[in-house]
């Protein structure tokens, strides 16, 4: 493709132009041939006319010689069965007018204006100087002993105008043309500024500057639409990235505590294995171990939850669950028997996460409750701790919050378990929210029965 046409608006152009002289050429077209078949068939009207009045003298009596003294201001010409010309008005040498609904062109030399039969037929062959086109059309005279070919000139003012139409449309068209191809040109480049726009403020926006948004017109069109779409996307992809490096730094940090605590534990074993309760070093560094590994299936888990496709769910009895983790563990009150389609292994980690924070926060007592309400199946776990104050009640959520860090890492908590709620009840359409007091609940669409 040549260069000029890679852009949007040269090839819109172009379209317009070349759509603009086919939609244009044929509407020209169609008009010139409509206004010449009108002047034709006036012309066919008339002379018919002039051949069912030489029928008619044909028919009564009247011989073909006579004609030149009976007919007055016509063109004409009679022959026989055998077309041999027995008379014709003007007197034609080198010519005929034998012919059939056409157009027969007459040349001054072909005409005999000596002959006396010549004088008296239409007066537009008088001083002719030029070709002229007349239509003639084609009777029989009653017993079909003759042949009557009658013509009449195509008015020649409408002609005038006809071919002074075609000229004007022959150039005017293409001008007209060129004329919507630069107007589309114009208006796509202006309404494509914006779009370029778009594309410079995007080209200068690097991994580290998705701050940044792009201009949006206040036009309300599909660009201005494509403004928003983008810098919704930005967002998210701000958003995302984001939270994608709190959350490598966060797991670092995370990461290296355990490591290190690791590592001075093997160092010093080895240093002074003569000073050292080798089994209290051990259980030690196996603690350290589990809480490494702990960490790190935590962290597998959210990153099969953030990047996780469509999974292949079951219907699944919420209360049935509830049962399997809980029960020993806390108080389960179930009130219906609500299904939701889910992973059940993963349903079942919200709910040991759940059970688990309850637990490490609790002074006596863990209730953990399943209801169905308005086509939402309802899990709540309630601890009598002390519960979250209102401001931390969706930071609770984030990955690595941990409220009371010391007693968290105290117990083992790695701060991704309510995270870890969180995106499991979104995977699942749902949601998890804290409420006044300890209180947590995760609300899940419901399966309704087939």
């Known amino acids: 493709m040549p260069d000029f046409l890679r852009s949007t608006r040269s090839r819109v152009a172009v379209t317009a132009f070349a759509a603009s002289v086919v939609a244009l050429g044929a509407v020209s077209v169609w008009f010139v041939l409509q206004a010449e078949s009108r002047l034709r068939d006036a012309a066919a009207q008339l002379a018919d006319a002039h051949a069912d009045a030489i029928v008619q ?68 062959l008088r001083d002719l100087d030029e070709s002229l086109t007349v239509h003639v059309v084609h009777a029989f005279s009653g017993n079909s002993k003759y042949d009557v070919y009658a013509g009449v000139q195509i008015d020649p003012e409408g002609q005038a105008a006809v071919d002074s139409v075609r000229t004007v449309l022959t150039f005017g068209v293409p001008a007209v043309a060129l004329l919507i191809g630069v107007i589309a040109w114009l208006a796509v480049r202006r309404s494509l500024r914006p779009v370029e726009a778009i594309r410079a403020e995007v080209a200068e926006i690097g991994a ?181 104050p209102e401001a931390d009640r969706e930071r609770v959520f984030d990955r690595f919050v941990r409220l009371d860090d010391a007693r968290a890492r105290d117990d083992g908590g790695s701060g991704l378990g309510l995270a870890i709620v969180a995106d499991i009840a979104r995977a699942h359409g749902g949601t998890a929210r804290a409420e006044a007091g300890s209180r947590f609940v995760v609300t899940l669409p419901e399966l309704k029965p087939s």
């Open 57 to 124: 003298l044909l028919n009564t009596g009247a011989e073909p010689a006579d004609l030149t003294l009976l007919v007055r201001d016509s063109i004409y010409e009679v022959t026989d069965h055998a077309g041999k010309r027995l008379v014709s008005c003007p007197v034609l040498d080198g010519a005929t007018l034998a012919a059939n609904d056409t157009d027969v062109t007459l040349r001054p030399y072909e005409i005999v204006r000596s002959d006396q039969a010549s004088v008296g037929c239409a007066p537009e």
């Open 208 to 388: 580290h500057d998705l701050g940044r948004r792009v201009p949006e017109p206040g036009t309300g069109d599909e660009i201005a639409r494509l403004a928003g779409t983008m810098n919704t996307m930005l967002a998210r992809l701000d958003e995302a990235v984001t939270r994608q490096s709190r959350f490598t730094s966060d797991a670092s940090h995370e990461l290296r505590t355990p490591l290190a605590s690791l590592r001075t534990q093997l160092e010093v074993l080895l240093a002074h294995p003569d000073r050292l309760d080798w089994r209290h070093s051990c259980e030690n560094a196996l603690l350290d171990v589990t809480r490494l590994q702990d960490l790190v299936a935590d962290l597998v888990l959210l990153g099969k939850l953030d990047h996780a496709g469509p999974d292949r769910l079951e219907p699944v009895a919420l209360s049935e669950v509830v049962q399997a983790v809980a029960a020993g563990r806390a108080d389960v009150e179930v009130s219906g028997t609500p299904v939701v389609r889910g992973h059940r292994t993963r349903l079942e980690r919200l709910v040991r996460n759940l059970v688990d924070n309850a637990e490490r926060h609790a002074a006596s007592r863990v209730v953990v409750a399943v209801s169905a309400v308005d086509g939402w199946a309802v899990l709540t776990v309630t601890d009598d701790g002390p519960g979250i």
